[in-house]
């Protein structure tokens, strides 16, 4: 009986082929028709021995060198470092003398092979400056930056990933006068990753905002959540105050300058005038008050707060409550 079963079992090998073959051209068929009436999306996932797609050339050979001289501080320090973690086309180098930095830029720049270059100078423990410029053969731009605030003082909810592609947003002023615009071009040269950079990431999630307000420039750095424009700030924050625009790199012909900058030894010198008049206010006040005190002789045995002390007479009470 068992016998007779695996015979009854065994199938003829022509009639197997061709049922195969039947049902590979109705699956195919079928295949067919649902590719003409519903879009194939290509899968989620890629298997291991499928080959990886090519990425595209780097044609943009634009390199920034973000370095400092001599004698920053802490909070310079962790900014410099922010927009280095911001830009994955920048590239660091040690600090230089901060007396003759003009001199040894451009030669630390060309053995970095970096033509744009990004140089925080620190003055009197106190000022920041931020030079821009184009190695080599400029131009440069010199700024003051005020009000600083780090990604680890900040603390804000945003994020992005490292080594992602900025988009950059500029305010329209930028366009309304010759020295913003050449000031747009060089933060454009300078904050914007190349495309298919080896240190990029090929997406965009974060946004870098320069706008112009009070004759500032104010940056900052968003996040982009969803497809519908949400915003969550990452920072860093800090605002740059253009001083002057040279033809070229740190140094040559001053093209323009800043009329409305006010320098900050000038600012603290105001401070210091300030509270030196309000001392000396103070001071005549004391003498006038002074010289209106009653003097002489007839005066001298009158206290001032004897009438406080004298006792009230019925009469005088009377005469109150009438």
Sequence with gaps: ???????LDRVDPAKKKKDDVQDKEEYLSSSSESESSEVV????TRMSDEKPMKKGKWTNKTRLLVFAARGIGARDRHLMQNIR??????????KIDSKNFALDVDEVASMK???KCLLFVNKKRKDLFLWTSETGKGPSVKFLVENIHTMEELKMTGNCLKGSRPLLSFDPRFDGSPHYSLIKELLVQSFSTPNHHPKSQ????????????????????YQLVDEKGALAEVGPRFVLNPIK?????????TLWTNPNYISPNERRRDLRNKAKKSYQERVMDKHARI?????????????????????????EMASFKQ
């Design 1 to 7: 009986m068992g016998k007779r079963a695996r015979l």
């Design 41 to 44: 999306l290509p899968p989620g």
């Design 202 to 221: 090929p997406f965009t999630d974060h946004v870098m905002t320069f706008t112009i307000l009070d004759h500032r420039i104010w940056f900052r750095n």
């Design 291 to 315: 010289a209106r005190q009653p003097k002489g002789k007839a005066y001298k045995d009158i206290d001032p707060n004897i009438e406080v002390f004298d006792p009230i007479t019925p009469q």
């Design 245 to 253: 625009i040279l033809e070229g790199s740190f140094s040559g012909t």
């Design 85 to 94: 973690d911001l830009l994955p086309h920048s590239k660091a180098d040690v």
């Design 113 to 115: 092979n970096a033509n």
